[in-house]
Each structure stands twice: as C-alpha cells, then as structure tokens.
C-alpha cells in the first residue's frame, strides 16, 4: 500500500520558522512534491524535489533523503498569509506507466501575530 | 489566461440525482485529472485522463463516470448521487513529464452537497 504521514496541525508566530515533516511508504518513487491550500482555494504547487538535498525558493525550503523516506517543507520568516494547508505529494506510477501523485493528508499551519 | 475553469462553483442534489462537473484548461496540457478533497483524507484521485482519447481510474472511481470531450475539456459525471459523494471536487491538469516534474495545475473547484 501507499501511506504519507504529516502532522494534522501546526502554529507559529509571524517573523519564525517552522518545518512540515512528511514521511512515506510508497510501491515506487519519482519524487517529493508539496502543495499549497488556502481555505476555500485551490491547491498550488510550491516545490518538487527529485534528489536527495535542499531545493531553496525564496522563504520556502524542501528537503528530501530517499534512503529515510523522509522530506521537509521549510517556511522562513512567515507572514500571516502563509497560514494555509500544506501536502505533501508523492509520484509514483500507475501499472498503466502513468505517473501519478499520492497526496498527504495536509498539516494545516497557523500562524499567529 | 484562465488556466483550469470548473462549474458550476456549488451544488446541491438529492440522493439519486444525476448531474455533470465540467472543467476546461487553456494551458494546452495533455493530462487532465478529477481529485475529491474530503476532511481529514487529503486529496483523492477518482479518474485521470493521461491524453485525449483516454481515461482510466483513479484510487476512488466507484459511482462516477469521465468524459475527455476534446484536449481541453475533461467531465465527471455522478448518475445517481448519494450522500457519500458529498465532498470538494477539484479538477488538474499537467504537462506530462519524463522528468517528473510536472507540476497539478488546479481548478478552484466544485462544493457538492448530497442530501
């Protein structure tokens, strides 16, 4: 089967860093990606790490190490308009050859003045 | 530039009701998607449409149905809806990428209740 595992919830102060886990267990693997949601929106991709390491861009980091099957979202310096659902996503293949991505369940983060 | 458009924005339908999510993307992907987002259980694929001309199922497929009408249009469609089905439906669509990188471009999605 396939499972991803991240915390339900999150809070933290405007101005600090927080760090989303996501740990997997999945049949195949071409990748870590993560989504974005606002309450009421749609959700938006923010990240894709297909190696091991840190992927930057701008306040928002990824992380990823394969062998743990474990990977990171990292917020700096966060604004009150970070306050949103974050998922993790994992690609992997239908038998049909097509890729597909297996979303978490989101941690919902919240951030406070 | 649109990108992915669905309607109708919310519905209402009494169990046994039948009715057609439309969505249509401008961005001249190839694959296109139906998720259901329900609390607590993330995002769920129902159906997917790697490239016009064919559709195959997803992870929840039971009680609906798909049409890839042309590149851009991609439908869902409940023939008899029940409570269970009352859920977020969000449509995607991508590039599809050897690299992997193709990033889910979605709708703001559907609000359908069922009672």
């Known amino acids: 089967g396939q499972s991803l595992e991240q915390p339900s919830e999150v809070t933290a102060v405007e101005g600090a860093i927080v760090q989303i886990n996501c740990t997997y267990q999945t049949s195949g693997f071409y990748g870590l990606s993560w989504y974005q949601q606002h309450d009421g929106g749609a959700p938006t991709f923010l990240s894709y790490?297909?190696?091991?390491g840190l992927e930057e861009t701008g306040r928002f980091s990824s992380f990823l190490s394969r062998s743990d099957s474990y990977g990171y979202l990292l917020l700096q310096e966060l604004q009150m308009k970070d306050s949103a659902s974050y998922f993790c996503a994992v690609r992997d293949r239908w038998d049909t050859g097509f890729q597909k991505l297996v979303f978490g369940t989101g941690t919902r983060l919240l951030v406070s003045p | 530039n649109a990108g992915v458009t669905q309607t109708p924005k919310f519905q209402v339908l009494k169990t046994g009701q039948s009715m057609t999510l439309q969505c249509a993307q401008d961005m001249n992907h190839n694959s296109m998607y139906w998720y259901r987002q329900d609390p607590g259980m993330g995002l769920r694929l129902i159906y997917y449409?790697?490239?016009?001309?064919?559709?195959d199922k997803g992870e929840v497929p039971n009680g609906y149905n798909v049409s890839r009408l042309n590149k851009r249009e991609f439908s869902l469609r409940l023939e008899s809806a029940a409570p269970s089905q009352t859920s977020v439906y969000f449509c995607?669509?991508?590039?599809?990428?050897?690299?992997?990188?193709?990033?889910?471009?979605f709708g703001n999605g559907t609000r359908l209740t069922v009672t």
């Open positions: 449409s790697a490239s016009e001309g064919t559709t």
């Open positions: 790490n297909a190696l091991d």
């Open positions: 995607a669509s991508s590039v599809p990428g050897s690299s992997y990188n193709s990033p889910l471009h």
